[in-house]
């Protein structure tokens, strides 16, 4: 008969709560932003006020290109060919600006929060 340990029900908590969280966070509302040759596509993301949700960056390129807002506190370098994904806290509503600092000029960009 195979019996689980006492000393094991602590781990198997932690493992269950991790799989929840993980489960949790693939489960958020997701919005696709694409980088192409300097731009973001689309330039405005609208999405709901006062929910987690996450963004999903892909980098078509050419080149690195950064997604930085120093209104929501974000910023994270994204290299040619890699998709990432970067979560919010809920916002309050609002627009929130986004831009790249590889092309300041043309990397430009909104969060509609309604």
């Known amino acids: 008969m195979n019996r689980i340990h006492l000393a094991s029900w602590p781990s198997l ?4 709560g991790l799989l929840l969280s993980v489960n949790a966070w693939a489960a958020l509302p997701a919005y696709k932003l694409t980088i192409k040759d300097g731009h973001f ?3 405005t993301l609208t999405v709901p006020a006062r929910t987690r949700f996450k963004i999903v960056i892909t980098n078509q390129g050419p080149g690195p290109e950064e997604f930085e807002s120093k209104q929501l506190r974000k910023e994270s370098v994204i290299a040619e060919g890699v998709t990432r994904s970067i979560v919010f806290a809920p ?6 600006r986004f831009f790249g600092d ?9 969060i509609m929060a309604k």
Do not use: I, M, N, V
């Open 13 to 16: 908590l932690l493992l269950g």
């Open 41 to 43: 596509e689309p330039q």
């Open 91 to 96: 916002l309050k509503p609002g627009r929130y």
């Open 102 to 110: 590889f092309h300041p000029d043309t990397a430009q960009g909104h």
